[in-house]
């Protein structure tokens, strides 16, 4: 423990953050580094995104529903692959893995329980092993210990970053799942609100590869969504959605918006016209963004209200949805993270970098408005 702290008391720290999400594309690496004891005072150094071979991510697709073999064998894989990653990338960056304080590593999801349980899979004694750095992990579980729902965490991130600017603010993050934080000028950590909104690509993105038979992952810029009309009774029976509806503090993920959730919803027949497909898509990808107006307007503010939305995610790619938050946020200065210094495929990984830092801070990083816990409390595990 002694060599712990002494790698935290030198200057500057160097934190690798990880981010494994719900599309299971690959692996975000963020180096972040402080220079002072400020938590506030980072910069991102270098980041980057490094895919999954097809076996690996149909390995840890099939563990999500899987047998209890399947997860012990995904929870050592992806360390494993996790850590030649990390290798990789700081060779390219010429860094000595002895000038890296920590790893803060968020770990691949499995299965999460809003409010009563969650589990990641990413082995962090073999990162720890193999590339002789600490791991700090498992943020999620301690926010449940306190009776929190585990999620969404990055608004911890959000509130640090943009809690300065004017008038009504919201950081929403379109991954897989799109969840927002709700922000005004100068507020503190205790006036912070945000959650799960429902599906961001989770549902559009499994329809395009159900619609073409895994030929294509997803629907690139929203292209196909944007050359398909909306089937408004079926957008109808989408926006009667029981976890859409339901009041925060939630959050939601793939065990919830499944295979199952889309066969049961779409009418996926062999027989559909390139413009019902289509229509679907447009569809799905609507669902996306009223979704987000509704648990706006139901449990923060009036759309009208919002004076600027900063997105982030794969989301922000898509001309589909950034087009309809505009007409659906007619007085929001629409923009992406990238306008404020924060790389879309860095972000996550960056918080997760942060939440280490917190952890040796001993900084409590959940925020209670947010996750529902009965407190704020100092998230992590150690492994050495």
Not at 45 to 60: F, I, M, N, P
Not at 306 to 323: L, S
Request: glycine share 8%; hydrophobic share 40%; aromatic share 10%.
């Amino acid at each position: 423990m002694k060599s712990v702290l002494q790698r935290f008391e030198k200057k500057p720290i160097r934190i690798l953050g990880l981010m494994s999400g719900t599309s299971l594309d690959g692996l975000d690496i963020a180096l972040v580094r402080w220079d002072s004891d400020d938590i506030s005072d980072f910069s991102l150094e270098a980041y980057t995104t490094l895919h999954y071979t097809a076996g690996l991510r149909e390995q840890v697709r099939k563990s999500l529903t899987g047998t209890s073999e399947e997860i012990c064998a995904v929870n050592f894989a992806l360390g494993r692959d996790w850590s030649n990653k990390i290798a990789d990338f700081l060779e390219q960056q010429n860094i000595d893995p002895r000038d890296i304080t920590f790893v803060g590593s968020h770990g691949q999801t499995i299965w999460h329980i809003s409010g009563d349980s969650t589990l990641q899979m990413g082995e962090p004694a073999v990162m720890a092993a193999q590339l002789a750095i600490p791991v700090v992990s498992n943020f999620r579980e301690n926010d449940i210990a306190v009776g929190g729902t585990g999620a969404p965490l990055i608004p911890f991130l959000d509130w640090l970053l943009y809690r300065d600017l004017p008038g009504n603010t919201i950081a929403l993050n379109i991954g897989g799942i799109a969840n927002i934080t709700c922000l005004t000028q100068n507020c503190d950590q205790t006036e912070v609100v945000g959650w799960d909104t429902g599906p961001g690509n989770m549902v559009v993105d499994r329809l395009i590869q159900f619609l073409t038979d895994e030929k294509s992952a997803y629907d690139q810029d929203g292209k196909l969504a944007l050359q398909g009309t909306i089937d408004k009774d079926l957008l109808a029976q989408l926006m009667q959605d029981e976890y859409v509806n339901a009041e925060p503090p939630k959050s939601t993920g793939r065990e919830y918006y499944s295979d199952e959730y889309v066969r049961e919803h779409f009418p996926l027949t062999n027989s559909l016209s390139k413009e019902k497909q289509a229509s679907l898509v447009t569809t799905a990808s609507e669902f996306t963004v009223q979704a987000i107006a509704e648990n706006v307007r139901r449990y923060w503010k009036s759309p009208e209200e919002i004076d600027q939305i900063i997105v982030g995610g794969g989301g922000v790619y898509n001309r589909y949805f950034m087009e309809r938050l505009a007409s659906h946020f007619r007085n929001a200065d629409i923009s992406s993270c990238v306008d404020y210094g924060i790389p879309v495929d860095a972000k996550e990984a960056i918080g997760f970098a942060l939440f280490a830092y917190a952890f040796f801070r001993e900084v409590p990083a959940n925020l209670p408005k947010v996750t529902g816990a009965s407190r704020p409390i100092i998230m992590g595990k150690l492994t050495l």
